[in-house]
């Protein structure tokens, strides 16, 4: 069964800690991507991968970066974590050459910074 | 990248009712798929629908497309319970990452 996993399902941080969510796939997909969920916004896309050691900035990268340096993770990481990056985290993969574009998502991350 | 509008917000039936809901976008696609989320959890596919298809099938659910309308639907035949969740619509044009709006939260009444 394919699968993407979080590496934590709930997180608590105090402002200004260094924060590090990880994302793993396990289907040899090209492409990463991680959104942010919060209530009535819908998921907003923070930053997307199409292969290793490449990123793209989505629509929300300010106050976020990421690393990929294998192909089967993705890490999220909030330099200075802020109250207004409390939020539902949701990683997501796909292959590239698929032109459909279906994506498969991890449970998420709940994440509240103090 | 283009976002789907999902329309309503919320939608409440009783169970064994159908439940309809409609996505909107704003340019072209090559395809538009849906997805489920139960609450707090991931979103999961449940259909894609190419732009040359005006219509799919996949057990109790049928999309429709109508791309001169810039519109789809998704019905859900005989609900249940446990189709309680949030469903969105993701259009794909021409960019390779989905985007996605706030969805249609739907309860099924037992």
């Known amino acids: 069964d394919v699968k993407v996993t979080q590496s934590s399902r709930y997180l608590v941080k105090r402002t200004g800690e260094k924060v590090f969510l990880e994302c793993v796939q396990d289907?040899?997909?090209?492409?990463m991507f991680w959104y942010r969920q919060d209530p009535g916004l819908g998921l907003r896309l923070i930053y997307f991968?199409?292969?290793?050691?490449?990123?793209e900035k989505g629509d929300i990268p300010e106050g976020y970066s990421v690393s990929r340096e294998k192909k089967e993770r993705f890490s999220l990481i909030l330099e200075s974590a802020s109250t207004n990056q409390t939020s539902m985290y949701l990683c997501?993969?796909?292959?590239?050459?698929?032109?459909?574009?279906?994506?498969?998502f991890g449970e998420g991350s709940r994440l509240t910074v103090l | 990248s283009q976002q789907g509008e999902e329309d309503p917000q919320a939608l409440s039936i009783q169970e064994g009712e159908n439940a309809t809901m409609n996505c909107s976008y704003k340019?072209?696609?090559?395809?538009l798929q849906w997805y489920r989320q139960n609450s707090g959890r991931g979103l999961v596919h449940l259909i894609l629908?190419?732009?040359?298809?005006r219509e799919k099938h996949s057990g109790r659910l049928r999309v429709t497309l109508d791309t001169s309308k810039k519109s789809s639907s998704l019905l859900i035949t005989a609900s249940r319970a446990a189709d309680t969740a949030s469903y969105f619509c993701?259009?794909?044009?021409?960019?390779?990452?989905?985007?996605f709006g706030s969805g249609t939260q739907l309860t099924v009444l037992p």
């Open positions: 997501a993969s796909s292959f590239q050459t698929r032109v459909s574009g279906e994506l498969f």
């Open positions: 340019t072209s696609i090559n395809n």
């Open positions: 289907m040899d997909h090209e492409n």
């Open positions: 629908i190419r732009s040359n298809e």
């Open positions: 991968s199409y292969d290793v050691k490449m990123k």
């Open positions: 993701a259009p794909l044009g021409s960019a390779r990452q989905l985007t």
